[in-house]
Nanobody
Framework: VQLQASGGGLVQAGGSLRLSCAASGRTFRTYTMAWFRQAPGKEREFVAVIRPSYSTTYDAESMKERFTISRDNAKNTVYLQMNSLKPEDTATYYC???????????????????WGQGTQVTVSS
C-alpha cells in the first residue's frame, strides 16, 4: 500500500488542522492505520491509531482530548483532526499502516510496514 499524507501547515496556538492520509489499494479497510510525529532532534513518537474495527488508541488522555483519528474506508483515507494546537505539537506528522500488527505493538513504530512521506505541522505561539 502507498500512503500520501497532506493537510499540514502553519497555525497559531489554539488553532486547528485536519491531516489526511490517502492510501492506495483495495484492502484499505483491513489495515490498521496510525499517525506518528517527529520533532527536530527527537525520535518519532506515536500519536494515535485506528483499527479496522474503528477502535482507537491515543498516546495520552490529554491528546485524546484534542486529537481525533478517524477513517473513511470508502475514500481509503485516514484523518487526524487536531484542535487546540500547542507549540509543542510542532513536528512532521507521518501516517503508517499495517495489516498484521498485534495489539501489543500498536504504539511501536517498527511494527508498521508502510509509511507516508510526512506533512509538516508548525504551531506558532
Amino acid at each position: 500500500v502507498q500512503l500520501q499524507a497532506s493537510g499540514g501547515g502553519l497555525v497559531q496556538a489554539g488553532g486547528s488542522l485536519r491531516l489526511s492520509c490517502a492510501a492506495s489499494g483495495r484492502t484499505f479497510r483491513t489495515y490498521t492505520m496510525a499517525w506518528f510525529r517527529q520533532a527536530p532532534g527527537k525520535e518519532r513518537e506515536f500519536v494515535a491509531v485506528i483499527r479496522p474495527s474503528y477502535s482507537t488508541t491515543y498516546d495520552a488522555e490529554s491528546m485524546k482530548e484534542r486529537f481525533t483519528i478517524s477513517r473513511d474506508n470508502a475514500k481509503n483515507t485516514v484523518y487526524l483532526q487536531m484542535n487546540s494546537l500547542k507549540p509543542e505539537d510542532t513536528a512532521t506528522y507521518y501516517c503508517a499502516a499495517s495489516s498484521t500488527i498485534i495489539s501489543s505493538s500498536l504504539r511501536n513504530r517498527n511494527a508498521y510496514g508502510y509509511w507516508g512521506q510526512g506533512t509538516q505541522v508548525t504551531v506558532s505561539s
